[in-house]
């Protein structure tokens, strides 16, 4: 526990620092919010935000738009911005946001505060590169998040991950696993923002999507759609592809197929064996899924049906 | 003749598209605009171009923003807008920019007309692959320029341009290049809106610089700082570099200095000769001049110092 | 014609240097072969492939081999090697490969003069950059091949083939496409030693491969087996992928099934329209097919099932 | 000590594999060998060498070969083959070598029994991601290597190597280095096959590389030559570049002048701080470190003067 809070107090300076310069320099006093705005575009939206901002005294330091269509497409934008006592001001600019965003302009917000990182649990199962790669970018300060449970279905990795002083929770999945979600609700309803499955290999039901009320971002070992289920390297193998890649996505009912996040490939050869494959794809699933959760979590994505707005630096 | 006028009128189509989502769509009556705005950061800026658009009836549909500090750096954005009648309304919104933006807020300000397509002309020495991917690629309507001219110091590509229907001029380059400078003046002073050096393998002079009034695009083919001036390439390969790579910049007085646009590199090995390397190397630097030059052409690039901010999608 | 033949001259040193260093620095007298040899594997094959050059006074220049496994799997070796008067020693070295090679070890084997360049015929439709980026290369002497003839279902690029001195045959494909292809027979069976099909969106018959008795490379547009069939970059967009590819494949009886020569991708985002997914996968998509090209007529590659080995440099 | 054991026994088992398809299924009795071979190049070589393998009983199962020019150039080979009893057969096949490959052509060569892993120790200081990354693969079987130590001029990384079992030994280096480097020496001399720097940021003297006995690999955070020396991310940051880079090369007395093992980069924009890039270049540079120090200890590398031939897959 006392290593958890020593995390917490070191990754504070973090979650200030991890939106890049947008975020640096500032005091202790200053806060750092960022804003989320999407639905159907019409002219003055950029205005309308901004003008609301810059009325509650922040100053803009990072925008970014994107309109599907000149006319008659869909909008989102993110806005990061300073202002000094973000937490007393946000009400007030909560009720702004609410009437002439929401009410006038027909289009959803959400406000974040850098202040509250993003509380994370991470699924894993038997392999650790996924598992090691996001906890060793958390104790480095890269990813502005508080990592609060691993939760594993096997108990091999218990070791790898008590350097880190996150609490490891064994729960085997057995045929009915109903069982094993209700453990999970418990350990993490309310308790999350967010559920990372770090090669988890186990489906999560509809129902368990439902309760746990925050997003689950999965990390799937191809090229999506590209072999699609299960053992993709052997098929990538079999089909004899010259590149293997992973897809990090946002959990959905249908296997596989909800919005994409991001996606990278590696360069194989005939020379490669499956377990040739298994090993460089490795080092690109843990790519993928750590700037996949690194971009959830500075709140860059915005989900437009089955796709994903990213808005990059 | 003939033919560039038929390119001309086929191309305007292109310029129109050449934004992407940002300028499709649009009727023939509908204007897009790009603004660039640079100077030193302050609260608001955002805020107030947002509103000096709105005002004169703008829709904004795309905004890119970038300060170097949170506090007391350097600010520029880029914004694209529609405007019915650009055109007409040009003089009253540059007259509000004048006093709001470069008055009131001390910054610099440059507004672009999507219908007016930036004038190139394109040095060449001896080897095309730079020069006719350029040409290609206006001819396939990806790059929103008009090609003006295409000017070599020797005469060898004369028969590859004649298809593109574009002027080609020999002006030959003795020891004192100040003649062939003076004849490049009378050609493009006032009529250019950019120059590329398309492996135009000659120095330009700072007097050139200046007289010309237009930017000037080169491709170095290295990774520069790496293998700075003549030969990169046996100078890589006698090095036992892994990777080789092409840099374009702004020319400015001093060689292989002035602010770098894009860079990129191939893979080589033990096993690539010198000739090897310039032929990998020849993928790389007509694909990283091509995206300069577009960009460039695209109100993407704001100089700051010696480096560029440059605004993506 | 006359243009034909003196791209036919100028070519010629071309094939000598288009090996790299292996080939270099001969002179006119000595010849440079290359051996490919494949099947199943057992000890011994190395030492009696090189003995059996050795012995006819060849100097081998390179040598790669691939063992699928230690015991008991395929093997596939390729060689060059130089050799005064190859012709004149080809039918003695022959013999003994025959009954040395494929008589004692149940190998099959080839032997490639590259004095002798491989004959291409190269179809398109009405999209210009793969059919443009091969005749570039091979006016630039980068591919070791004779290009015979440019075939296609539509007029619209005799204009673009025209400076290259190539052969244009429109050969329109209506409803019944067996006529189409009894004219392609005609015009190239036996007289050709490769097909390229070069962006050319027409399915071929089993009945064509057969008859035709060279080989078939096609360019599909996306990273298979994604997005295998018509409108990749339609239902790529739809699925809201981050990357985008190209896949060079020999061409089967089965659509976008055959072996798998080279693939590579492109980055690509939310802001990326259909269109933009079109224009930047044409790079990748000239990118590989002129690659896979190059290594089939380098000998590079050895079929085995339904995958490749491709012998790297 | 028992954790040391225990992974030195299972890591027997990747040393098999490492090497791919080459070393798969073998069983305890069978040996796996590699042959280096180099110098000037003449006639014959490939096939003298393998005619004294086979004539051994060996199996070749990997072969790759390079020579600089056709005539004349400088020669180099790596073969893989299997041995029943390789380290029985080692004295005559060694003899043999020596009389036939040295006396007789001239040569230089190495023989590597795959059954004997390479001792490696590890250089570091403060940063972690090079070491990491080190002992990670080295846990997963991915390096065929035995990690004996982890040496450190600072005592901050104690606690992240303790869960790996592996000795850490802090030496401080303080102005005058001679007696830090005669400690290093009372540690490794004659007792190590490879010394690794992951970031050790010291420089090492030309008496130690001497009194070593052995190789020194270092990771560059740069892509050399550009940026040689200190602080090559805020060097980076202040010329402008698009890409930052990390080299891998061998250590000798010339700084960050050895030869290039292997190079790599990653994309940077303006929005990235030197933060940024530092957090950026980490990733790359633990990967092309690691890719490094695996060739290196698969016996893929040979030294060709200030270059590196790589033998790829």
């Known amino acids: 526990m006392a290593g958890v ?20 320099g500032l005091d202790g006093t200053t806060g750092v919010g960022r804003l989320l705005v999407q639905g159907p575009d019409r002219p003055g939206i950029v205005s309308a935000v ?11 330091v990072s925008l970014r738009q994107h309109s599907t269509d000149t006319v008659g497409g869909q909008f989102a934008q993110r806005t990061v911005f300073a202002l000094p006592d973000l937490a007393a001001a946000r009400p007030a600019l909560a009720a702004d946001l609410d009437r002439e965003i929401a009410g006038g302009l027909g289009l959803r917000w959400s406000l ?15 392999t650790d590169h996924c598992l090691l790669d996001l906890l060793w970018r958390w104790r480095r300060r890269e990813l502005p998040i508080d990592v609060t449970t691993v939760v594993a279905n096997h108990p091999d990795l218990a070791a790898e991950v008590e350097p880190f002083g996150i609490p490891f929770v064994h729960v085997p999945v057995t045929g009915d696993k109903s069982e094993a979600e209700a453990e999970h609700l418990r350990l993490l309803a309310g ?14 039901s509809a129902g368990f999507l439902q309760r746990l009320g925050a997003p689950v971002i999965n990390i799937h070992h191809s090229f999506l759609p590209a072999f699609i289920g299960a053992g993709p390297y052997a098929k990538a193998k079999d089909r ?11 959990v959905t009912e249908d296997l596989d197929e909800g919005p994409i996040i991001e996606q990278d490939v590696v360069r194989v050869s005939h020379t490669d064996t499956v377990q040739d494959l298994v090993q460089k794809g490795a080092d690109v699933e843990r ?7 690194r971009w ?18």
């Open 112 to 126: 974040h505060d850098t202040a509250h990182r993003k509380r994370v649990a991470i699924f894993a199962s038997r």
């Open 50 to 60: 901004s003008a609301v901002l810059t009325r509650h005294g922040a100053n803009i």
């Open 287 to 293: 790519a993928v899924l750590s700037r996949a959760v």
């Open 296 to 313: 959830h979590c500075e709140d860059r994505i915005v989900v437009d049906g089955n796709q994903t707005v990213v808005f990059g630096r």
């Open 240 to 250: 004899g592809v010259k590149l293997v890649g992973a897809t990090a996505h946002y």
């Open 191 to 204: 308790r999350v923002d967010l559920v990372v499955l770090a090669r988890y290999m186990q489906i999560v």
């Open 5 to 24: 809070t020593a995390r917490r107090s070191r990754a504070s300076a973090a979650a200030l620092t991890a939106g890049g310069p947008a975020a640096a």
